[in-house]
Every structure is written in C-alpha cells, then in structure tokens.
C-alpha cells in the first residue's frame, strides 16, 4: 500500500538516505521548524491544464502512441463561432465534473481567451470554472503583451473564472521572470483595479533548471548556502507576485525514468514550503503541479514513465501532504507529449477513478462508485506497457482503488499464456482490502521470453465469495528482439471492460479478415488493428470508406515542408479515368472540418500552403480505370512527374523526387484515414483486406462503446509459421541484471536492415525488416511509415526549427548512378535521408555499415545521427578527414569516439560500425580502430538522419546502407 506519511517525517528521513552532508542536514532541520502554514482556502482546489485545440474533432489517426477515448467527428456546430465547437467544450466539461475536478486552467493560443467564456456561457455546468494561463514567451513583445490582455479582460468579466475573494486567479505556462510579471501586473491592476491573484510557474530556482538542483541532490553536493540562496529566490518571486508555484519536474534519469518522489518532496516543495510559510508571506498562496506521465518518443526520444498509475499517485499524494491552495495538473489534452489526464483508449478511465478517489478525500467524502459501475467486479486496475523491447522488465501494476468505505478482503492471481493459451509465466496470489489504496507490482525479465511474440494476461479473482476470471478482453503485451519506441502504458480497469455478446474475430484469406461483434450497449467504433494502428474502423451504412475495397483503390498523397521552410504550390494532379472522387483531410488544423469530398479528374492546387503540418489527400479509383491510369503531378517548381496507378499497387509506396524542400509520397492506401462517425449500433460485421506493415504484423480487433468501455480481441499473427526453426544472438541491456545480456533469439526477432534504392519506389527507401522501419529521402520518416506524425516536426531529426538550414534548396538527397551503380548524393547544405526510431536501437547491439565517397575532407561533416534536438545515441561524423563519433549513454553523458581512421577524399570507403553495448569498434576499409570503451544503452529512442545536422553537413555520396541488430564477431 503506497502511504505518505507527514512531510517532515518524509523530507528527514529521505534526506538521509540521499547522503547529504551533516551541515545541509543541520540547514534541512533548521528550516523544517517553520510553523505550519494556514491555507487560503477551505481546501485545495484542483485543475487541469487544457490546450482545446487537441479536441475530440480532431484526426488522431496514425499520429500519437495514444488516442482520446471520446472522439466524435459529431460533437460539431453548424457554424461554428470559435475554433471550439460548443457540444464539445461542454463533453470536456462534464468530463472534468465527473472527475470531481474544480475546472481547467486554459493555455489559449494567439486568439487570446473570449471563445472559453462565450462556451462556458453557453454551457454552464455546476462547479466548472476555468483558471487564465499566461504564456511567459510571449512578455518578449509588445504584440505578445495584447495578446495576454486578451486572456486577462475576458477572464475578469466572466462568472466562470475562479475568483477567490473576488480575484482572478491567473497562472502562467513558461517564462518571464518575476519582476517582468510584477511590471506587467502593476499595469493591469492600475487599469483594472486590485482584482488579481497572480501565480507564475516556476520551474528553476537561481537561475538553474531544477533537474540541475537534481543532479546535485542526488549526489549528495547539495549546501547550506545552496539551501539559503534558493530560499532567497523563492522569496523575492513571492514578493514581486501573489505566491508561489512549483512545477514537479524531476525524472529518475536511469532505469525505467520514473518521477522523482522524494527529489519533488524533499527539495522542491520542501524548500519552497518553508519560505511560503514564514509569517511574511501569510496572505501569499501556494500552488503546486501533478504529474501523470510524458510518453512520446516521437517528438523528442525521452520519456517520463506514468509507471502505470504511479506518476499520477505519487504526485498527486506528494502535493495533496504539502496542503497547497491550487493544484495544477498538466495536461488534460496534450496529444504531442501524451500526458493526458483525460479519459484515453489506453488509459481508460482509470485517471477518472484515481481523481475521484482523491478529490473525495480532499472533500472529506466518501468514495463512491462511478454511476453504473458494476458492483459484482472489483475496483482494480491492470497496468503494463503495451509494447517492450528485450531487456526491459515485464511489470504490471495492480491497483485497488476504493470506492466505498467497506472492507471486502478478495485475492488475485495473475498469469500470462502464450498466443495458443499455453501457461508461461504464473505469479503468486495476492490480496487486496478495497477500501484501501493499493498496489501489487510484478516483475519478470523479458529477455527470457524473447520466443514469444506476444503474451496474454489472465486474471484470476475471488470477490465476495464468487470465482471470477478476465482474459478475453486484454491488450496483448508484445515482446520485440531489440527495438521499440512506444513506451506507453495499458491501463485497464476491470469495470470499464465491454463485455461482448459476440465477439467472431478470424482471419479468411492471405491478409483478409473479417469481424462480427454485438455487444449489450451501443458502439462508437469496431476496428481493426496492425501492431496497434488502427488500419480499419466500421462505418455506417452508406457512409464513403477512405481505404481500398473491393469497388476502388485509394492513393493516399502525403505532402510536408521542412522547418525554416514555408512555400506556396499551384498546379493540379490529374489522374485519367472516370468517377474518381478526392477527399482533402483537413481534420489536421483547428478549427477542425469533417473531410469533404469532390468528384473529377484533376485536384487543383491554388496557392496552396506547404509548412510543417503534414497535408494529405485522397484519391479513390474504380478498379476497372486502375490497369490503364495514369497519375500526372504538375506542381511546377515542386513536384513534376508521370506514375502508374499499377506500379504503386505492386510497390505500396512511391516517394516523388521533388525540385525543393517539401517532400511528397504515395501510397496504396489500406488504413483508416479518418474517424468516421459514430455507428450507434449493437453490431458490426465487416471484411477487410490489410496491407499488413510488418513480416509478422500483429493484428486485432478492437471495440469501442459510446460509453468509452472497451473490449480486445486475442491477436492473430500473420506468417508465425515463417523462420520458426531459425534463431541467432542478440545482445541487450537488461533492466534486471543492470548489464547487457546476450540471449538466443528467434530470427524474426533480429532485424537485419538492408535499405534498397529502388527506381520504383522513388525517394521512398524500403527495407524487408517492415515498413515501420521504411526511410525517405528529405522529409519525414512518417510520410513512408504512416506512425507517429503528430501535428508538425515529429519523425525528424530536426525537431528545433533553427536546426535545418534556411538556405537549403532541397531537403532529399538525389539517388544518382555513381561509378556503375545507384547511391545517394548529398549537397552539404540540406539534403539528407531520414529513418525511424528503432533503425538504430537504443538498447541493443547494432552493425551499422556503408560505402561512402568523400569529395571534400575539411571541417565536421555528419554522416549518420540518431537524434532529435539533442543526441538519442550515436552520431557518426567525418573530422578534417578523420572518422569521429560522439555517444550519449542512458544517463546523458557523451562519450567522445576517436577511431583514428582516415577516410579518403575522392573515393570510394566501406565503413562499419560494430557496437556490443559495452564497447565499439570502427572499420575503414580493411582497417580496424581499437575498442573504444562505450558501456550502454543509449540515452532516447529517435530519428536517425544520414547526412548532417544544424551547421555541419556532409558532402559526396552514400549507398550500400545496412543496420543489422546484432554485433559482427
């Protein structure tokens, strides 16, 4: 059972174990004798920050690890007056209210904040409020300093802000420094009157980011002096605003990266509990932030773990014990860094129990049921991640969330079985009291079940007397050889399972399925799944389907520009044949437009905008025009070219070698596109073909109610009778044992990486291992793989804009003939290939190997970086001739590589890398560089680019790339 006892009792005891030295201790003790602090309200009020924009319109398709769970292209106005429509503004606040939630805290975009109170007016719901957030970049400008009055006046004049003793609470996101918000307040309050309570977020303390301070607790480095200094800090930011308002950032930066309870504890609120308790400050407020998680390795590589439901108790337990006035928890909806508080298809509403557990004992209530929870089932949450690569450690969490105050003792056996229901791995019983918070944890090493594609859970529970078992239903949890950046977690409470009436999932044919499922209530979606994207969603009768059928072939036309780039395309693509329709995909961008459809031979481009929001369009063909059509691109400047709709059939993908910055593919479209409406009905039977991403692609179907319970059907994977007798040795780091392992491992387990140049898929550069490791020339590695593209930026290297050259005039590098056979060539100042996260492992051995033809040895020229805006793992480079590496290991220091290898300017190289997680070796030639001592895993799960980063670009050519999973002897 997770207890937090008093905060002082904590912060004394864990302040030991951290080793500070005896005069910090003396400090720490000195400063906990402070008396306690009265609160300024009768009881902590807590909200959520909200962004809005990532509604419950929008297209979520084939662009985050996650996905809300109460999507509905219906929650829609006819005219919509702001970029938010009303029926869904007021589906987030009752939401909120059912979590026993106070409100959110809104971070508006440049539009400022008039559009949330117009809604909340229109909607009112008992008890919502909403808090203003002030953007602190945006105090630069003086355009910036309107746009926050814009989020000021309407919050002033509203009866739907939380006022406290008729002040408006405001809190900031980021930024500025105290006496740039004193200034900007002394403004408002001499135009507006004393009606403030003005709260900044504070994430730094002298001048230091508080991962900083980490480092420093954690080693034991942390000083008296360092202590008063901060207090110092604290107390001139409560004198300059209304408080003090502490962010919970610190992650364990090692192992599974969990939040740092007792750094948030013991330093962050400790500290700054003390100086807002000294009796100066006692009209001042405190507010403190919760955490849930930050999983989203697209974006930037790293991650926060929830740790199932950890992140968010532990936080929100840490903060609830310091008694501050407001609690902040960020976010409710923020999609690109998946921190959802909201309700998910993979959380569930498992956050939703969790709160409202919390906000009744912050209520002095009882905890109650969730109205129609079904009584007969305990309160409890299965938690694992849904994908792990070897090495990691299988860890499920169970959790008890009471919801009444009676004692009912009941036991649980957990198991997993294999994908022919055979017992592989069996865990002791345990026991629970439901009017306890309470936890189980179980942990076994993956590297030992490796065989296993995919392992089943099955629960087994006596409650009240009665037998129950859940095993239909579950995620599947898959298990890779070396590779994987999806980190999020499953989250499965018991009783928002949907329990089917029938439930026919089988496969009919090479890459066909078919689905029959009823349920008891009504359904918003039955889908089908490839290695958890979902690539078919049953649609109402009538309604266009945005994927191949039997009828018509769908080209999907993917199109993105790089940052620093942003250009204007007119012309037209024109495809021969009759009854082609076009679907445009605008459900990108806010406010959000159902897709709508037009009817010709040619889409036309008329100064059609091109920057870093991905932009698709559809084309559905009849079948009977698909022999003989053809595809003409006339984007003059951009894009010109002549395709076969038949060569793209036979390929799946086509990459349009392009004249600029943007890049464009094609692709035989076998996925959802879109969500479709609703289908509000008890049933839905559909066949499907798939074009499935991987060799061994993991398929399933997956129901969803109006309701948001789900159900999951046991996987079918396809060719699992393929290379079952062959295996080989991978080496990985194990989170067990702390070390690299080496194991024995079906072949299908170790992607070995050939990356072709192919005329007939273009700029596309595809691979046998599976598309979710398909590269591109230029762009984005999203636009070959159709995973994680998020809403601009994601699946590059170059996340932070200034990284990409303004002055590149291409961004993909041209495939050439070169000394009798295909290669790449790079310009120096742009071009480059880019690959998905898991072509380099994080956490495995590789062999990473290429030909390359230098034409200019001067200066630092990368060749090959694994990164986002900062390392993930290795970046390889050419140094005045000289083959140089830098590594960033998993606890974030950079090992510097030397091979002393020189690599000859005007001709052809071979090199090969080999890396065994604890040292690597460079080749040139026939040349072999010493063993550099490099001890693993990396640090992130990123972007691979072949041919330069920010300033330092390389020049020549590159063919012959291979990645092999596994270390060459």
Not at 306 to 333: F, H, N, Q, V
Request: hydrophobic share 35%; net charge neutral.
């Amino acid at each position: 059972m997770l207890r937090l006892a008093l905060l002082t009792t904590l912060m004394l005891c864990v302040f030991g174990v951290s080793a500070q030295n005896p005069d910090t201790e003396k400090s720490w003790q000195a400063m906990l004798k402070s008396g306690p602090r009265k609160m300024k309200v009768p009881r902590t009020l807590v909200y959520s920050r909200a962004q809005f924009k990532y509604n419950a319109q929008l297209n979520y398709i084939g662009r985050w690890v996650d996905t809300p769970l109460l999507v509905d292209p219906e929650l829609n106005d006819n005219n919509p007056e702001t970029r938010l429509s009303s029926p869904n503004f007021h589906k987030m606040q009752e939401t909120v209210i059912s979590y026993g939630m106070d409100g959110l805290a809104c971070l508006p975009g440049k539009t400022g904040s008039d559009y949330l109170y117009k809604l909340c007016a229109k909607t009112p719901v008992p008890g919502f409020t909403l808090i203003p957030e002030l953007q602190g970049s945006r105090l630069k400008t003086d355009e910036g300093i309107k746009i926050l009055e814009t989020v000021i006046v309407p919050a002033l004049n509203s009866p739907h802000s939380l006022k406290i003793d008729g002040k408006l609470l405001v809190s900031s996101y980021g930024g500025g420094s105290s006496k740039e918000w004193k200034k900007l307040f002394d403004r408002y309050r001499e135009k507006y009157g004393d009606k403030f309570i003005f709260l900044p977020q504070i994430g730094a303390a002298c001048g230091k980011y508080f991962p900083y301070w980490q480092g420093r607790y954690k080693s034991g480095a942390i000083t008296p002096e360092d202590i008063e200094k901060i207090k110092a800090d604290f107390r001139e930011i409560i004198r300059d605003t209304d408080g003090l308002y502490l962010t919970a950032w610190a992650i364990q930066v090692e192992g599974e990266r969990r939040f740092a309870t007792d750094f948030y504890r013991d330093f962050i609120i400790g500290i700054g509990k003390s100086v807002i308790s000294e009796p100066e400050f006692k009209n001042k407020y405190f507010a403190l932030v919760v955490r849930v998680g930050h999983e989203n390795c697209t974006r930037i590589g790293g991650n926060l773990s929830c740790y199932g439901t950890s992140t968010l108790r532990e936080s929100m337990e840490t903060a609830m014990a310091a008694k501050p006035d407001i609690i902040i928890i960020p976010e409710w909806d923020e999609q690109n860094e998946n921190t959802s508080l909201r309700p998910t298809v993979y959380n569930s509403f498992s956050s939703k129990r969790l709160m409202r557990y919390y906000m009744a004992k912050l209520k002095n209530e009882q905890p109650a049921p969730v109205p129609g929870d079904d009584m007969n089932i305990p309160n409890l949450i299965m938690s694992y991640r849904k994908t792990l690569c070897a090495g990691e450690r299988i860890n499920v969490e169970l959790l008890n969330v009471p919801d009444s105050d009676k004692n009912t003792e009941y036991t649980v056996e957990l198991s997993f079985h294999d994908i022919n229901g055979k017992e592989v791995i069996k865990f002791p019983a345990v026991k629970f009291n439901s009017s306890e918070l309470n936890e189980h944890r179980f942990f076994e090493a993956s590297e030992n079940y490796v065989s296993h594609q995919v392992l089943l859970p099955k629960l087994k529970i006596n409650y009240k007397g009665k037998d129950l078992t859940f095993e239909d239903g579950f995620q599947y949890l898959e298990l890779r050889g070396t590779w994987n950046w999806d980190y999020k977690w499953v989250k499965q409470p018991l009783r928002d399972m949907l329990k089917p009436l029938k439930a026919d999932f089988k496969m009919t044919g090479k890459d066909a399925f078919t689905v029959d499922f009823a349920s008891g209530e009504e359904l918003a979606y039955v889908e089908l799944l490839d290695e958890n994207a979902v690539i078919y969603t049953a649609q109402k009768a009538g309604e266009m389907i945005w994927r191949e059928t039997p009828e018509h072939k769908v080209i999907a036309f993917y199109m993105q520009n790089m940052p620093n780039h942003e250009n204007t395309l007119n012309g037209s693509i024109t495809i021969n044949g009759k009854g082609i329709k076009w679907l445009t995909d605008n459900s990108y961008s806010w406010p959000t437009d159902y897709p709508s459809v037009s009817e010709g031979n040619t889409y036309a481009f008329k100064d059609f905008s091109l920057s870093l929001t991905p932009r698709k369009i559809y084309a559905a063909i009849p079948v009977e025009f698909t022999e003989n059509a053809i595809i003409e691109i006339n984007l003059p400047g951009f894009f010109v070219q002549k395709i076969p709709v038949k060569q793209i059939l036979a390929t799946e993908i086509y990459g349009v070698p392009g004249m600029g910055t943007p890049t464009l593919t094609l692709s035989r479209f076998m996925r959802q596109a879109f969500h479709p409406k609703h289908l509000k009905a008890r049933e839905a039977y559909f066949s499907a073909g798939i074009l499935p991403d991987m060799p061994r692609s993991i398929i399933h179907m997956q129901a969803i109610a109006e309701s948001g319970k789900i159900y999951r059907s046991k996987p079918i994977i396809l060719n699992s009778e393929k290379n079952s007798g062959k295996n080989g040795i991978i080496t990985v780091y194990s989170d067990t044992v702390k070390k690299p392992v080496s194991v024995t491992a079906p072949s299908w387990q170790i992607p070995d990486i050939e990356y072709r140049i192919n005329p007939d898929t273009g700029t596309v550069i595809t691979c046998a291992a599976g598309r979710m490791l398909w590269g591109l020339c230029g762009g984005y590695a999203a636009q070959a793989t159709w995973r994680g593209a998020s809403e601009a930026r994601d699946t590059t290297a170059f996340i932070s804009i200034k990284s990409y050259p303004k002055e590149a005039v291409k961004s993909a590098a041209e495939i050439v003939e070169k000394d009798g056979s295909p290669a790449w060539t790079f310009d120096g100042i742009g071009e480059h290939l880019v690959f998905p996260a898991g072509a380099i492992p994080r956490r495995s051995a590789f062999t990473l190997s290429f030909d390359v033809f230098l034409e200019n040895p001067k200066g630092k020229q990368i060749l090959v970086s694994n990164r986002s805006h900062i390392l993930g793992s290795l970046e390889l480079f050419m140094e005045d001739g000289k083959l140089k590496g830098i590594f960033l290991d998993n606890l974030g220091n950079q090992i510097q590589l030397n091979s002393g290898l020189a690599v000859e300017t005007g001709k052809w190289s071979s090199v090969k890398v080999v890396y065994n997680l604890s040292e690597m070796l460079f080749h040139v030639n026939e040349q072999a560089s010493a063993k550099l001592p490099c001890p693993g895993p990396g640090r992130n799960d990123t972007t691979t680019v072949v041919g330069g980063y920010d300033k330092n670009w390389f020049k020549g050519f590159i063919k012959n790339l291979k990645i092999k999973h596994s270390a060459d002897n």
